[in-house]
């Protein structure tokens, strides 16, 4: 036994001295980069996670040095404490990034562009998954408020929660109407209560009234549950007015009802031949050198990115392609120029949907500005994409419907303040150097450095393809 530990030290000690070239190089002013790339390199390489904490130890100086210096002999080596040690020293935790955003100021001769620039690298997103809990029975508004009240008071963090999103469902709007937080309601609530006080004299001619005690504890009055304020998902609300809402438009106008039925029943076709039949997967692929999405119900978009994929493969490949494909399928010009258009009126509402479901760096200041841009770019389409006006006509609509109210909270408001000054200052000062649409100024410069910000890029240079239809 004692022969196999001395091996396995030996082992263990070559492999280190074999690789800690490959560990990077220490800095004290990117502690964390230095982390996340050693936990890239580690992990691509497949290095065993019982010596991550002797390379690092080979590595580290100044601080980082001394705070390892302060573990016992076990944690030295386990790479877990050695991290949290390391962040602690270097006051790389979730508290002291509060403390230093809220303690920055703007100081002498610094312009604002560039405080606000200093604020937004220490507005670091920290996420984390409180709790699991499965939900027995029906799935009403008190079963679904019950345990949002618990793990709000089992975690202490009832008075820090400031809003709570969930989707659109029934149960989830009653349950935060009946129990949620309403700063409006709470003030007009108070203001009615606040009569004249009443002296005693005119307290003891008031009559006794008495209630029924069995109708006051069967009648709901918000009190059994305290939960906070409600913010509904704005992909899914973006998602029901691409899918629901959308389809009102054929109500409102019978060529579009006649094209777009026509259409999409022959789209359908295709998609359920290709997805049915490995046969014609297989000649789908040789013939079209691309396959036919499918769409699917539970992913957002899934319809646009169908239809556009089918347009690219018939601009792409020919008419003659898809014919190949299903000889039964005869798509007239009028049918193939109103998916050309349906794509060019849907793209704006699936990348705005890509937006917000970004998940590491956008904030809400992202909703309004995406909403308005997505409202501007539908208006520019209303000349272009005549055959398919009423779908834009029902896309304006939803957001009005769904957004309305969203569009006027104050909050909301400040984001979109602030992020407008914000962009107009950094304009000002890039209008020599950039010959930029308005469009591409008032999103270009949000976020940059992220992958939001690319896709952003993405969403705001898109062409209008739809012009002439």
Not at 296 to 306: G, K, Y
Not at 365 to 389: A, D, I, N, V
């Amino acid at each position: 036994m004692a022969d196999e530990a001395i091996s396995a030290q030996v082992s263990r000690s070559s492999f280190v001295s074999s690789n800690i070239h490959l560990v990077p190089v220490f800095c004290e002013s990117s502690v964390e980069s230095f982390f996340s790339v050693f936990e890239s390199i580690a992990t691509a390489l497949q290095w065993p996670e019982d010596v991550w904490g002797v390379m690092l130890l080979c590595k580290f100086t100044g601080k980082a040095q001394q705070a390892c210096s302060g573990l016992s002999r076990l944690d030295s080596l386990v790479y877990e404490k050695i991290k949290s040690a390391v962040l602690q020293a270097y006051e790389l935790v979730p508290e002291a990034y509060r403390q230093n955003f809220r303690g920055l100021e703007l100081a002498q001769g610094q312009s604002y562009l560039d405080f606000a620039r200093e604020k937004a690298k220490l507005f670091e997103r920290h996420s984390a998954a409180l709790a699991c809990r499965p939900l027995k029975g029906s799935h009403t508004f008190d079963v679904l408020a019950a345990p949002l009240e618990e793990i709000h008071s089992e975690y202490h963090i009832r008075e820090k929660v400031t809003r709570t999103t969930t989707d659109s469902g029934s149960n989830f709007l009653k349950a935060f109407r009946l129990y949620g937080e309403d700063k409006e309601e709470g003030t007009t609530n108070w203001q009615e209560d606040s009569g004249p006080i009443l002296d005693d004299a005119e307290d003891s001619e008031l009559e006794v009234e008495y209630q029924d005690v069995f109708a006051v504890l069967d009648d709901n009055t918000g009190l059994e549950y305290q939960l906070p304020r409600h913010q509904k998902c704005a992909c899914h609300l973006l998602n029901l007015i691409s899918t629901v809402d959308a389809t009102a438009a054929e109500a409102t106008n019978d060529t579009y009802k006649r094209l777009s039925r026509s259409a999409f029943a022959k789209c359908h076709a295709l998609w359920n031949k290709t997805s049915r039949s490995i046969m014609a997967y297989e000649r789908v692929e040789r013939e079209c050198k691309l396959q036919f999405l499918r769409p699917n119900q539970t992913r957002w978009s899934s319809l646009f990115l169908a239809v556009e994929r089918f347009v690219r493969i018939h601009k792409e490949q020919g008419e003659k392609t898809i014919r190949n494909v299903c000889t039964a399928l005869k798509i007239q010009s009028a049918e193939m120029g109103f998916l050309v258009a349906y794509t060019a009126v849907m793209k704006p509402v699936a990348m705005a949907l890509n937006i917000l479901q970004g998940e590491s760096s956008v904030h809400m200041g992202f909703l309004l500005p995406t909403l308005y841009q997505l409202l501007e770019k539908l208006r520019k389409l209303e000349s272009s994409c005549k055959m398919c006006r009423p779908l834009v006509d029902a896309l304006r609509d939803g957001i009005q419907k769904r957004f309305g109210e969203m569009m006027k909270d104050p909050e909301l408001l400040n984001c979109l303040t602030f992020i407008r000054h914000q962009l107009d200052t950094e304009l000002g000062e890039a209008s020599t150097n950039s010959s930029l649409s308005d469009e591409d100024d008032f999103f270009g410069s949000m976020g940059s450095g992220n992958p939001e910000a690319v896709e952003l890029e993405r969403y705001l240079s898109c062409p209008f393809t739809g012009e002439g239809l």
